[in-house]
């Protein structure tokens, strides 16, 4: 069965600083990976898509890794804003339709100020 | 560019009320399009997706449909609402399954 594990499950830091998410999962086969932000009460929005081939892809302050050997992802954000503040969800997908997706149950971040 | 809408964006309804849901995609054509819901806690659950219109695949069995009437209309109905739907509900669209989706803003339902 797919299954994919964030953590931390939740992580409060200061303003300004950095922070990285992590993302495990047993999706078989593999096809890529995707990270949403998803603001309270609003749909997620993508920020990034990556291929098996794709070690790090880059958007903004945000830049995610991808080791698909050991499948394992992170994501990375620098410099940190308050209205980074919000869920973040890792989906890795596996092919064929939609059911090849496995969404992740999301880290929630805060960052105060 | 490409715009989704949902409708409404809350609603309260009663024990055993119908429901209808609806999302409108707007700049592209022949979108694959999906409904999800979110539960607290949960991660997102694929209800339904549409690669075409009268095409539906049900992923969950419940007391849920869905129909695509038009090739950028998608609608989440029921005949008799429980209590276990309360929850977001999502529409989502992408050019192919392979591709990123793109996200509605969500009706939040609550059944009381």
């Known amino acids: 069965k797919n299954q994919v594990e964030q953590s931390p499950q939740s992580l409060i830091i200061l303003e300004g600083k950095n922070c990285t998410l992590q993302c495990n999962y047993t999706v078989s086969p593999f096809s890529n990976l995707r990270w949403y932000k998803q603001d309270t009460g609003r749909g997620p929005v993508s920020l990034t898509i990556?291929?098996?081939?794709?070690n790090t892809k880059s958007n903004g302050r945000y830049t995610a890794t991808l080791d698909a050997d050991t499948k394992q992802s992170s994501l990375h954000i620098t410099a940190s804003q308050l209205s980074d503040s919000a869920s973040y969800i890792c989906?890795?997908?596996?092919?064929?339709?939609?059911?090849?997706?496995?969404f992740g149950k999301g880290t929630h971040l805060i960052i105060q100020p | 560019s490409q715009t989704i809408h949902q409708w409404p964006a809350t609603l309260v309804q009663p024990v055993g009320s119908p429901l209808s849901l609806e999302c409108t995609v707007e700049g592209t054509s022949n979108p694959n399009l999906y409904w999800y819901r979110q539960a607290a806690g949960r991660g997102l659950q694929l209800l339904f997706y549409?690669?075409?219109?009268?095409?539906i695949s049900s992923e969950v069995p419940q007391n849920l449909s869905a129909s695509r009437p038009q090739d950028r209309q998608f609608i989440l109905s029921s005949k008799k609402l429980l209590l276990s739907d309360s929850g977001f509900y999502l529409c989502a669209w992408s050019v192919g399954a392979q591709e990123t989706q793109y996200f509605g803003p969500g009706t939040r339902l609550l059944v009381l």
């Open positions: 990556m291929t098996f081939s794709e």
């Open positions: 549409s690669v075409g219109i009268g095409q």
């Open positions: 989906v890795p997908y596996s092919g064929g339709g939609a059911d090849g997706l496995t």
